[in-house]
């Protein structure tokens, strides 16, 4: 595995970021969450290992100690830089697999129509508005609270931050001071997004452990309905992020799903 900063080139000014790079064969471009890199690393490594794949994980700028421009405050900005970062790369035929805010990024990336992009894998995203289902807000809940609503098993992930060194809990703290201004004034949500789904002719597969309680399998299921052609699959003794929690079954999934691209 490589870690590379990549300089991209776009209309708004120069953008790094930084990229883990690792095996060989079709490639993925993985989108983390708000709970950062660490959160999809080891399923990339999983892939990666078990698969032939070479995977592709971006850190979003302004998490983990990187360098965000005043410019780049949004899902579909973001979207642009990663188009970009995939033309830098020269790759073609590319699943993109994002986790929650990776998700809605992920979905704006197909709304762009890249040819370098076979299909797209949204893993319990945000981004939609859907009555009577509202997302958490996590940005009001501890670490316990959020991994109460976040893990089907919580005992297994819940971190007591002040067991944690400074460094790590300054770095948690620029995170997630980072996601605020990614998930913009509707807290995680585009009043627009759900409409302009519509118009996404990449082949989706939306996946979503059911025991999430920050945004419900209702909320999944919408996010599938408007997406056309799209397919919904439900994963057990899973929550917001089964990367963590089922990443055998969710590499199945993502793998099946990518199979039926390369028979295109």
Same mark, same amino acid.
């Given at each position: 595995?490589?870690s ?5 080139a776009?209309?708004?000014? *120069?953008l ?7 095996? *060989?064969?079709?490639p ?11 959160t &999809?690393?080891?399923?990339?490594? %999983?892939?990666?290992?078990e698969?032939p794949? /070479? ?6 700028p302004?998490?983990n100690g990187?360098a /965000?421009p005043?410019?780049?405050?949004d899902? $579909?900005? %973001?979207?642009?830089a990663?188009?970009h970062l &995939?033309d830098a ?13 990776g ?5 704006? %990336?197909?709304? %762009?129509g890249?040819?370098r992009?076979?299909?797209?894998v949204?893993v319990?995203?945000?981004g939609i508005q ?5 997302l ?6 501890t670490?316990?609270?959020l991994?109460?609503?976040?893990y *089907?098993? $919580?005992a297994?992930f ?6 944690l ?5 300054a770095a948690?703290a ?5 996601l605020?201004? +990614? ?6 949500q585009d $009043?627009? &997004?759900?409409e ?9 597969l939306?996946v ?8 419900d399998?209702?909320y999944?299921?919408a +996010? ?8 919904f699959?439900l994963? *057990? !003794?899973?929550?917001h992020l $089964? !990367?963590?929690e ?14 039926t691209?390369?028979t /295109?």
């Open positions: 595995m490589t590379t900063v990549h300089t991209l776009l209309s708004s000014g *120069h790094d970021v930084t990229v883990e790079d690792q095996g *060989h064969g079709r993925f471009l993985l989108l983390h969450g708000g709970g950062g890199p660490q &999809l690393g080891s399923f990339a490594g %999983l892939l990666a290992d698969r794949a /070479r995977v592709v994980t971006p850190v979003h302004g998490f990187t /965000r005043d410019w780049l405050t899902a $579909p900005a %973001l979207a642009r990663y188009g &995939l790369l020269g790759l073609t035929d590319v699943t993109v697999v994002g986790n929650s805010i998700g809605w990024i992920a979905a704006e %990336l197909a709304l %762009l890249s040819v992009v076979s299909g797209v949204l319990n995203a945000v859907v009555p009577g289902h509202p958490a807000d996590v940005s009001s809940l670490p316990a609270e991994s109460a609503l976040a *089907h098993d $919580p297994k819940t971190v007591d931050p002040s067991t060194p400074e460094t790590t809990r948690m620029a995170n997630s001071a980072t605020q201004v +990614y998930s913009g004034p509707h807290a995680m $009043p627009t &997004l759900r302009r789904l519509a118009k996404v002719t990449h082949p989706a939306v979503w452990g059911e025991s999430d309680q920050v945004v399998t209702d999944g299921r +996010y599938a309905a408007a997406i056309p052609g799209s397919r699959e994963l *057990h !003794q899973s929550g $089964p !990367q963590l089922t990443p055998a079954e969710l590499l199945e999934l993502v793998w099946e799903f990518t199979e691209q390369m /295109r």
